[in-house]
């Protein structure tokens, strides 16, 4: 199958009845909907987003084909299928079934994994799993049917958040990822992160956006990011956090500053959070960073 569908588009693949959708509400990344269906033998061409499918009133035998290989399992409610992005599959089960699908869009995914990662993604592979019995995955997909469904204040915010909880689990469970190889065209020249890190620690002690270091080298907020991101192998968040982390390590290790005034100098918020990323990055709390001076 050569033709890509997106999921509005997969009734006309595998007709059922549409129980819900939050197609009218404008959320980014994600999407959901609700079908019943009876038993069905269909192939289904490769659809432009994971797919995560919810059980919410079924007792079936289910095959289904991917990659050539058939899998056979008997899926009841609360049980999850995944089908990553982009691959076609075959699916054939016999009893009537009601399901509740969240789909996450491919630009959505690669972006998290960036982010969690800190490096630029080529490729994100679900693997093949026809049943899961997941507790955490099953909640977040009824949090997103509820909002779906129940219409409350913030909801986009919201149904974005669940998104990003979405794919960090599906990264950390039950994804492969490849990397894009570096290269010298996608990266900073040496005059460049010069002037960054000049920058960066000249402004250490205060908050500043991304996009003033965007704006300092001339690009858009993108391609800074992403040649960032080859040349240093992290987020620039990242990489300023472990700038101010350094310096806060230098200053509190002398002994003879204060833990608030390291905590300004270094441009955090206040003394706890200092003393969170201090313990997130180095294992240890600023005090104790002091006491060993």
């Not at 992005?85 to 959505?108: A, F, G, M, Q």
């Not at 620690?201 to 907020?221: D, Y």
């Not at 990242?238 to 441009?267: H, N, P, W």
């Not at 313990?279 to 104790?288: C, D, E, F, H, K």
Request: hydrophobic share 35%.
């Amino acid at each position: 199958m050569n033709n890509i569908i997106n999921p509005q588009e997969l009734p006309e693949w595998v007709p059922g009845e549409l129980l819900s959708s939050s197609d009218h509400l404008g959320w980014e990344g994600i999407s959901h909907r609700a079908y019943h269906y009876r038993g069905q033998d269909v192939p289904i061409p490769p659809i432009d987003h994971y797919m995560i499918v919810k059980y919410t009133n079924a007792h079936t035998p289910m095959q289904r084909c991917f990659d050539g290989k058939w899998t056979k399992k008997t899926c009841s409610s609360g049980d999850i299928s995944l089908l990553t992005t982009l691959s076609d599959s075959h699916w054939y089960w016999t009893k009537e079934i009601d399901v509740s699908h969240v789909y996450i869009s491919n630009e959505l995914m690669s972006k998290v994994a960036c982010e969690v990662l800190g490096r630029p993604i080529k490729e994100v592979l679900l693997h093949d799993e026809l049943q899961i019995h997941d507790p955490v995955l099953l909640n977040l997909v009824d949090s997103v049917q509820n909002e779906a469904t129940e219409v409350s204040l913030g909801g986009s915010l919201y149904a974005e958040s669940l998104a990003i909880q979405l794919a960090v689990h599906l990264l950390r469970n039950y994804a492969n990822i490849t990397f894009k190889e570096s290269s010298l065209a996608n990266q900073l020249s040496q005059n460049q992160k010069k002037l960054l890190i000049d920058y960066i620690n000249s402004h250490i002690h205060v908050k500043f956006r991304i996009e003033e270091l965007a704006n300092l080298l001339g690009m858009g907020l993108w391609t800074f990011t992403k040649k960032f991101s080859e040349s240093f192998s992290c987020t620039p968040h990242a990489f300023i956090t472990s700038l101010r982390v350094e310096k806060a390590k230098e200053m509190l290790t002398r002994g003879d500053y204060a833990i608030k005034q390291v905590a300004y100098d270094c441009g955090f918020s206040d003394q706890a959070h200092l003393t969170r990323v201090v313990r997130a990055n180095l294992g240890v709390t600023p005090g104790q960073l002091k006491r060993s001076a």
